[in-house]
Nanobody, 117 residues
């Protein structure tokens, strides 16, 4: 069993930045693909960014150039640096990890990001 704990969410003004972290713990000895989804009020959950075990990244078109996903394998943690945030990106942000050669996906409980003046 694995636990994912998100942190770094909060309140930020439009144009501001936040850095989210997601730390994996429990029954895990290596990490593979990890990433982030978000769900805004009244909208479906959408993929934001992903990163493979060897560092290849993908991004939603809406965040390219503003968000950066990274990982620290020694800490078994994935990060999401979010810059130039706008109010439409207010959402609960969820991290995930794919384990067992991609056969199992585990999710965190989410962290709230609110972008408002």
């Amino acid at each position: 069993q694995v636990q994912l704990v998100e942190s770094g969410g909060g309140f930020v003004q439009p144009g501001g930045s936040l850095r989210l972290s997601c730390a994996a713990s429990g029954s895990i000895f290596s990490i593979n693909d990890m990433g982030w989804y978000r769900q805004a009020p009244g909208k479906q959950r959408e993929s934001v960014a992903g990163i493979t075990g060897d560092g290849r990244t993908t991004y939603a078109d809406s965040v390219k150039g503003r968000f950066t996903i990274s990982r620290d394998n020694a800490k078994r943690t994935v990060y999401l640096q979010m810059n130039t945030l706008n109010p439409e990106e207010t959402a609960v942000y969820y991290c995930y990890i794919d384990r067992l050669a991609g056969r199992t996906r585990n999710w965190g409980q989410g962290t709230q990001v609110t972008v408002s003046s």
